[in-house]
């Protein structure tokens, strides 16, 4: 199984990036996946989950109405569309799926998740 995530820059404050997570040897269309981030000197932080169940999404509070999680079953892809960018949303952003659910039930808890990317560095300069 691996996760290739893509779309990670440098953008100015008010932008946009689109983050992508391929998989191969997984079919995410079966799992919740979720989309964490992580910026220096602190704690993993989850942004957004996907579920698989009924293609409902939830979202953290500080990204709610800025980011849309989204899947291309066809290409096996989860996008993480992130708007009116903000420069503490710097940080490193992995994608991971959750191979016991296919619901977002716990899907802060980064232990619930069993595969992760390597993850991608975004940078908002303000």
């Known amino acids: 199984v691996q996760f290739v995530e893509s779309g990670g820059g440098l953008v100015q404050s008010g932008g946009s990036l689109r983050l992508a997570c391929a998989a191969s040897?997984?079919?995410?269309?079966?799992?919740?996946i979720g989309w964490f981030r992580q910026a220096p000197g602190k704690e993993r932080e989850a942004v957004a989950c996907?579920?698989?169940?009924?293609?409902?999404?939830n979202y953290a509070d500080s990204v709610k109405g800025r980011f849309t999680i989204s899947r291309d079953n066809a290409q096996n892809t989860v996008y993480l569309q992130m708007n009116s960018l903000r420069p503490e949303d710097t940080a490193v952003y992995y994608c991971?799926?959750?191979?016991?659910?296919?619901?977002?039930?716990?899907?802060?808890?980064?232990?619930?998740?069993?595969?992760w990317g390597q993850g991608t560095q975004v940078t908002v300069s303000s």
């Open positions: 991971a799926a959750n191979l016991m659910r296919r619901s977002c039930n716990m899907w802060t808890h980064g232990y619930e998740y069993d595969y």
């Open positions: 040897g997984l079919f995410l269309d079966d799992y919740a």
């Open positions: 996907s579920s698989a169940s009924d293609g409902s999404a």
